[in-house]
């Protein structure tokens, strides 16, 4: 014979917290979410109220997702940064000026390599004096050339 539950349990029933089924509604929205889209815009795109994405995106269930996918895109990255080198190696190489010293510059920064932090726009005189003022025994001779230390050419 079939059990069912008396009408007292099933009033008194709580369902677990968070999602049980991730619908292919919700993974829309969480791919949204997840490409940086407002919840207010995925709220709108969806027409579901903003405390619904927000409720979506606070399930417990749902974070685990977002915390392994933020834990993939960074895995990613670490495997594209081969790439990223070769490529700065390639406009170190064969770029025009400007490239070259872009790139230049950026290596620097991410090393560290610079006194103190200048924010702004900046021409590449500006990027050229700063490497000079980091460098001791550095010159400047001409809006892109620097020559480093002693009998350097």
């Known amino acids: 014979m079939l059990e069912t539950p008396s009408v ?17 509604r919700h993974a829309l929205m969480l791919h949204d979410y997840l490409r940086g889209v407002s919840r207010v815009d ?3 795109k969806y027409q579901v109220g903003v405390q619904t994405v927000t409720n979506l995106v ?21 495997t594209l940064l081969p790439k990223a080198v070769d490529t700065v ?3 170190l190489d064969s770029g025009t000026r400007r490239e070259r010293l872009a790139a230049a510059d950026k290596v620097f920064k991410i090393k560290n390599l610079y006194k103190n932090e200048d924010s702004g726009s900046e021409t590449a005189e500006d990027v050229m004096r700063r490497i000079v003022a980091s460098f001791p025994g550095a010159t400047f001779n001409g809006p892109t ?7 350097r050419d």
């Open 42 to 44: 995925i709220a709108l």
């Open 145 to 151: 050339v620097v020559q480093l230390g002693q009998g």
């Open 58 to 78: 606070n399930d417990p269930n749902v974070k685990y997702l977002i915390a392994a996918s933020v834990e993939h895109s960074l895995t990613d990255l670490d």
């Open 8 to 24: 007292l349990a099933l009033v008194h029933y709580v369902p677990p917290k968070g999602l049980r089924v991730i619908r292919p």
């Open 89 to 91: 190696r390639d406009i």
